[in-house]
């Protein structure tokens, strides 16, 4: 028998973002389900490596970009007040694995001067310069010059676990296959969704779309026919080894060319790891962008040949590498570049989202919560819709 139910809010996609917009708009007055096809945070958040960024790599030399430093500037902290509890999300169960990251110059390379003035003035997070006695470990013979910087590093799984616990009454799984979508003929708008694996068919006020790549299938469905999305794939290195440092930190080259196209060489995190149950790092930066061009033997190459010269302190023998393809789920552009920050696009009561980079989660909320109607369903509506069970995803590694 199927079950109709209303709700002022439609979430498609549990990662990151989605889960936030949940239990913001939640604890905002409005009734929500959230459907998820697989596991929490599968695809982009699970394989993201949980920095908090504040806008530091867009305040190097030329790579300034004040418009991109305006939005995620204030996150660190607004994430750190939801981490002791102070603002809901209650994030105050996050496993907070760092609470800082490192941004280091390799050694031999010739110094100028490394940031914008202007840029270092717009950060809220800003770098500080540390003596060579101050280095951590890892940095000692490697880093020409290093800077520590006040950006929150979280674990992933433990995020997403969190985040989904006080709505999992409220989350549906469902492959959304046969997945029927009824329009109002008058005005064009979503009216029903029916899922047929759950018998189900929601009312929704709004439907938000929160799947990352899977966005755009879904505005497709939705009604929407021109193109909301775009794609950056990444082949993530992975470096496995028992005697690995615990790392967090951006490696950064300040050659004008560099940092034009890649002022990050590589961006390090340390992640437990599953399968042996010591250390992975997953890296990020130019050597997963220029990545997605090269073969496994290449991009391996490319890993040992650059590891040791940009980390010249850290002994990689007995390591072993591996890689991991995924990608960024962005908002269309017409040029094709990266979007400035958290992205939303409407059409009717259907809303497109993207936060860009995992520490925007929040704004994203913020925004959507300010292009929608007020609340007007009873959240008693909701309640029940699924058994409580959890499913976060597996690390890709």
């Known amino acids: 028998m199927v079950r109709d ?5 439609l979430i ?40 908090v960024y504040g806008g530091v790599k867009y305040a190097i030399g030329d790579a300034f970009r004040a418009d991109s430093v305006s939005e995620i500037k204030g996150m660190p902290e607004r994430w750190r007040r939801h981490i002791r509890g102070e603002l809901f999300p209650d994030l105050s169960g996050v496993d907070v694995v760092s609470g800082d990251l490192y941004l280091w110059v390799p050694k031999g390379r010739r110094l100028k001067a490394i940031f914008s003035r202007l840029g ?33 590093v979280v674990e992933t799984r433990s995020l ?36 047929p694996d759950k018998d189900l068919r929601i009312h929704p006020e709004s439907i938000i779309l929160t799947a990352g790549r899977g966005n755009r299938d879904l505005s497709r469905r939705m009604g929407i026919g021109r193109e909301v999305m775009q794609e950056r794939p990444l082949r993530q290195v992975i470096v496995r080894g028992d005697n690995l440092p615990i790392a967090y930190g951006h490696c950064i080259d300040i050659s004008r060319k560099a940092v034009e196209k890649f ?28 990545g997605v061009s090269q073969n496994q033997e290449e991009l391996f190459e490319n890993a040992r040949k650059e590891l040791p010269r940009i980390l010249a302190g850290v ?27 958290s992205a939303i696009y409407n059409e009717g009561n259907v809303y497109v989202a ?33 058994n409580g069970e959890m499913r976060v995803a597996d690390y890709p590694w």
């Open 5 to 9: 139910v209303k709700v002022d809010n």
């Open 12 to 51: 498609f996609g549990g990662g990151v973002a989605g889960l936030w917009a949940m239990s913001q708009l939640g604890s905002n007055g409005y009734s929500n389900i959230l459907v998820e096809n697989t596991g929490f945070g599968n695809d982009q958040t699970i394989g993201s490596q949980g920095t």
């Open 120 to 152: 270092v003035q717009i950060l809220e997070s800003k770098p500080i310069e540390l003596t060579k006695e101050e280095y951590p470990e890892w940095l000692k013979g490697s880093a020409e010059i290093a800077y520590r910087v006040v950006d929150p």
């Open 160 to 195: 997403l676990s969190e985040m989904a616990k006080p709505n999992l009454d409220r989350i549906v799984y469902s492959n959304e296959e046969g997945m029927e979508v009824g329009f109002d003929g008058s005005s064009g708008r979503v009216s029903s969704v029916y899922l």
């Open 263 to 290: 002022p990050t060489l590589a961006t390090i995190t340390t992640h437990p790891d599953p399968k042996t149950g010591g250390r992975v790092w997953n890296i990020g930066g130019k050597m997963a962008e220029e």
């Open 315 to 341: 002994d990689f023998s007995g390591v072993s590498l591996g890689y991991f393809d995924t990608t960024r789920a962005e908002i269309h552009t017409e040029s094709g570049d990266r979007p400035k920050g």
């Open 354 to 386: 993207f936060p860009t980079k995992l520490s925007l989660a929040p704004s994203l909320a913020d925004r959507l919560e300010a292009m929608l109607v007020p609340p007007k369903v009873d959240k008693k509506y909701s309640e029940g819709v699924s």
